[in-house]
């Protein structure tokens, strides 16, 4: 059931209509900011996902679950890949041509597929660099931050 917010009220779809107290309305801005902030950390992570694995195999190659370790890892936990969300990911740069899989197999271990970077890759990636260092130049200046 949905609510709409009106001149101090929550109407309902149904027939009560029950007056909201400013504790109310408080606990309901603080739900609204934390889904809205999640939803942008989603796309946040979507649109830079590319770029962090493509520059985390820049220098060498790399496989799936270390890629998602050093993400957690160098973020100080603030991003988080699962494997399981990762893997598609790295087949896609893998059929662009970004980036190319290698099997691994040592002994004792389980076979792992590591993935380098092409020269298309490299291209790619130093693009999407240049993109994002704009994208942040610009939000901080239309936010101040750093200057607050």
């Not at 889904?35 to 195999?57: P, Q, V």
């Not at 820049?58 to 050093?70: A, D, F, K, V």
Request: charged share 25%.
């Amino acid at each position: 059931m949905s609510n709409i917010l009106h001149a101090g009220c929550v109407r309902s779809q149904g027939p009560a209509e029950f007056p909201l107290t400013e504790m109310g309305l408080f606990e309901q801005y603080i739900a609204m900011l934390n889904s809205h902030e999640k939803m942008l950390d989603r796309e946040l992570k979507k649109g830079s996902a590319e770029l962090l694995i493509l520059a985390l195999i820049e220098h060498r190659p790399r496989h799936g679950y270390e890629i998602s370790q050093l993400i957690e890892e160098r973020s100080g936990g603030a991003l988080r890949f699962q494997v399981a969300s990762l893997y598609p990911l790295l087949y896609r740069l893998e059929k662009r041509g970004w980036v190319q899989g290698r099997w691994v197999e040592k002994a004792g271990q389980r076979r792992r597929r590591y993935y380098r970077l092409t020269p298309e890759g490299r291209k790619v990636l130093a693009a999407q660099r240049r993109g994002w260092e704009r994208f942040v130049a610009a939000i901080n200046r239309i936010a101040a931050i750093g200057h607050a």
